[in-house]
């Protein structure tokens, strides 16, 4: 396996229709070619030597783009951190908001495409 499109779940994905609620769209994930692969990455870490306290970053790769790009500094996006004494109790607080944009973004949000000079 040289990438995450290499996987067996990318590949059932590209066979899945896509299900917003109970209603089964026309269409598979990742059938149009502008569709994107977001990444979520986080790990807690102790920022100084007595480790008494953590900080747990929240990053989202863009695996559309090659491998050797997408890990750059540049390229991540990066959502906030997480502070605390230990790990969060309760993370799912913090990635909420995060999920309501994603459903969004799985819903469909309008989009210009530069190169074919078309909405979409």
């Not at 502008?34 to 989202?60: C, E, M, Q, V, Y």
């Amino acid at each position: 396996m040289a990438d995450i499109f290499d996987g067996t779940h990318y590949r059932s994905l590209l066979k899945t229709p896509v299900t917003i609620g109970d209603e089964e769209l026309p269409m598979w994930f990742f059938s149009d070619p502008r569709d994107i692969a977001l990444g979520l990455s986080t790990d807690g870490f102790g920022p100084f030597k007595r480790r008494n306290k953590t900080a747990w970053p929240l990053i989202i790769f863009n695996y559309n783009l090659p491998p050797k790009e997408r890990f750059l500094k540049a390229n991540i996006i990066s959502l906030g951190t997480i502070p605390g004494p230990k790990k969060p109790s309760d993370m799912d607080s913090f990635l909420w908001p995060l999920v309501q944009e994603l459903l969004q973004l799985e819903i469909g949000v309008s989009a210009f495409d530069v190169i074919a000079q078309v909405s979409f």
